[in-house]
């Protein structure tokens, strides 16, 4: 089964070194904002039926929402995703996908799986956002998102921007449990 398949994928698989880090670094942000609290990483949270369960990379109350923060620098499938997105939404848990090194071109399927769901708003840790938390004292990550424009008064085209973004500033939406700035 496409279960048993992923079981035998990722058993033994450790995570990278870019991963762990960037894990680190999101957790250190959290737990030095007071906007943030109960900041955790990768505890067990149980599913609504009590068998399921995740290990999200960190886990934390920012506002009075929940939110899962998932680290993906990796392909993974559809399935995998939608999976993660219907658990998490199932126990009222907001996820924010965060991605490494997100380009406009040539986009990987998964973080088009990912960022097509989300408002077209993709999430990255970047520098710009690692110096603007260190500045500011307050979790900034760097949001690339799709805006429609006019040319030539006749097309309109989806044109990508990104703008570093403080995390009070992102919507962790109650309706659907999915995170956009834009």
Known sequence: SLDQWNALRFNGQKESKQHIRIKEQIRLMLENWPGASSVQVEPTIRGIDKLSFKRPDVFATIGHQKVAIEIQLSSTYIDVIADREKFYRD????????????????HRLYEKDIYYH??????????SALKATHERGEPHITCHYLVPEIRNDTEIVKVWK???????????CTNTYR???Y
């Open 91 to 106: 126990i009222e848990t907001t996820v924010l996908w965060v991605f490494d090194n997100f380009t406009h071109e040539g």
């Open 118 to 127: 989300h408002n077209a708003n993709a999430f990255e840790l970047s520098e």
């Open 162 to 172: 990104k703008a570093v973004v403080p995390f009070s500033e992102i919507t962790f």
């Open 179 to 181: 995170a956009y700035w």
